[in-house]
């Protein structure tokens, strides 16, 4: 039974820091890609940041570079999404998506229930 169980959201005050956690299980976890998507109310789900398989290519939207920082630990099946100087406008829930394309094409992808972010004073 394929699972992804995110963790480590809540309320922070605006400047502060989170780290989510997304731990995966019943799929070979170091052959996905790993991604966080974020969804603010009223608005579509949008990616947040990515990491590659083996952990060695990592994007993020523009809004969060240099402030989020995304890794992942294969030995652990977990990818982490480190965010610091948050502001209101990082208030959302946030999903943790894996992603996997087949030598022939095939794509599979799993979501997460997610974990809100609230940043507010």
């Known amino acids: 039974q394929v699972q992804l169980v995110e963790s480590g959201g809540g309320l922070v005050q605006p400047g502060g820091s989170l780290r989510l956690a997304c731990a995966a299980s019943?799929?070979?976890?170091?052959?996905?890609?790993m991604s966080w998507y974020y969804k603010a109310p009223g608005k579509e789900r949008e990616l947040v940041a990515a990491?590659?398989?083996?952990?060695?290519?990592?994007n993020y939207r523009d809004s969060v570079k240099g402030r989020f920082t995304i890794t992942r630990d294969n030995a652990k099946n977990t990818v982490y999404l480190q965010m610091s100087r948050l502001s209101p406008e990082d208030t959302a829930m946030y999903y943790c998506r894996a992603d996997y394309r087949s030598p022939v094409g095939v794509r599979t992808n799993y979501w997460g229930q997610g974990t809100q972010v609230t940043v507010s004073s």
């Open positions: 990491i590659s398989p083996g952990g060695g290519s990592t």
């Open positions: 019943g799929f070979p976890f170091s052959m996905y890609d």
